[in-house]
């Protein structure tokens, strides 16, 4: 364990790939911000996780980049985080490899973001898309993180690294900390415009998601568009109104309003009224964002300059990890 750090550990990381979407904001993101003041945090565009599905190499270097500044915009603070792209670290690549060798076939099959990716890209079942809960674990452990802000979609992973980790540490002592996941109590897992009882996915078609980047009109449109019901009733009922029940949970997220509030204030005034009430509620939120995106995003050099501290700052960590790692396993560096 880091003797020397006060405060505890955070780690989180966002795939760099298609648009970011309220469901990434509300389920991770905005809690980055939230949680920076009282942790130690660092939040990772993990790139490497994006190669498990082929990837156009100039949209990816423009997603990339893209996203660091999103984390930027909505007002991560590179100073007191650290902020950095997963694959200039070359440890996590390492540790993965070496907690490969401490997961077994049986517990990766039984992932179920693996079957789901694997009926998406059937061409394309490649083992990095089979172990990629072992580079989460290594991306969590290499940090000697004790907290993990998700979305309830990465629970099973989490969960996994947690096994890794007692595993690992019952047969070598205390070599990591075993993390726990941070949740938000509203919004960890928003829902499809189009869908609403699947996820909100930045790999599915534009209208059944709100990108972080969509301007007001656009989200407005899609607001109005998403799918509810027939009855016009305010009611929180995710089974049976799962539409409308998504829309208040994406405002009881955003505005810190109960249900109860919302449904007080918007039942029987149709649903026209409460979609308009959602999207201000939305804008509000993204609006500002997007402001501070259009400027950090066009300030190159700031970008690389938060990119290259990111970097050497976190490799700082992983390299004591990792010298602590190789100790235990009797592999090099040694003292001879
Ligand atoms: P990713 O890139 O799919 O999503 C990033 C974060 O957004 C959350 N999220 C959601 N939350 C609520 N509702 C939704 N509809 C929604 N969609 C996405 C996710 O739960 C996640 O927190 N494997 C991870 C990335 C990762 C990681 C890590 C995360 C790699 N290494 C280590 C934490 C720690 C992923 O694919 O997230």
Redesign the pocket.
């Known amino acids: 364990m880091e003797q020397q750090v006060q405060k505890q550990r955070i ?5 760099p ?1 298609g648009n970011l ?1 309220l ?2 904001y ?3 993101l905005r809690n980055f911000g939230i949680l920076q003041d009282e942790y130690d945090c660092l939040y ?1 565009i ?1 790139d490497m ?1 994006a190669l498990t599905v082929r990837q156009n190499p100039a949209e990816l270097r423009k997603a990339c980049l893209r996203t660091m500044a999103i984390f930027l915009a909505s007002g991560l603070d590179p100073e007191k985080n650290i902020i950095y792209f997963q694959s200039q670290v070359a440890a996590h690549a390492e540790l993965g490899w070496i907690l490969n060798c401490f997961t077994y076939m049986g517990e990766m099959s039984r992932m179920t973001q693996f079957k789901d990716k694997s009926a998406k890209h059937a061409d394309n079942i490649n083992c990095g898309l089979f172990t ?1 809960p072992v ?2 674990a290594a ?2 452990l290499l940090y000697q993180t004790h907290l ?7 629970k099973q ?1 989490l969960e996994i690294a947690r096994d890794i980790a007692e595993r690992f540490n019952g047969v070598y002592g205390d070599v990591f900390v075993v993390p726990d996941g941070y949740f938000p109590k509203v ?5 499809s415009l189009q869908e609403p009882t699947r ?3 930045k790999s599915d078609p534009e209208d059944t998601y709100i990108a972080i980047l969509d301007r007001p009109d656009v989200i407005r449109k899609k607001i109005r568009r998403a799918k509810t019901d027939s009855e016009n009733a305010v009611v929180f009922d995710p089974e049976n109104k799962p539409g409308v029940a998504n829309l208040m949970s994406i405002m009881a997220a955003l505005s810190g309003r109960s249900m109860d509030e919302i449904a007080a204030e918007y039942d029987g005034k149709g649903y026209g009224v409460f979609k308009d009430a959602v999207a201000d509620c939305v804008i509000a939120t993204l609006e500002p964002i997007q402001n501070e995106y259009d400027r950090i995003s066009a300030d190159k050099a700031y970008l690389q300059q938060v990119m290259d501290s990111g970097r050497e700052r976190a490799a700082a960590i992983a390299h004591r990890t990792m010298l602590k790692v190789r100790k235990k396993l009797g592999i090099a560096p040694w003292k001879l």
Request: charge should be neutral; proline fraction near 3%.
């Open positions: 780690f989180s990381g966002i795939q790939t979407t469901g990434n509300i389920g991770a990772s993990v996780h990629y580079l989460m991306d969590i993990v802000p998700i979305g309830a979609d990465q992973h919004g960890a897992r928003v829902m996820k909100m996915s």
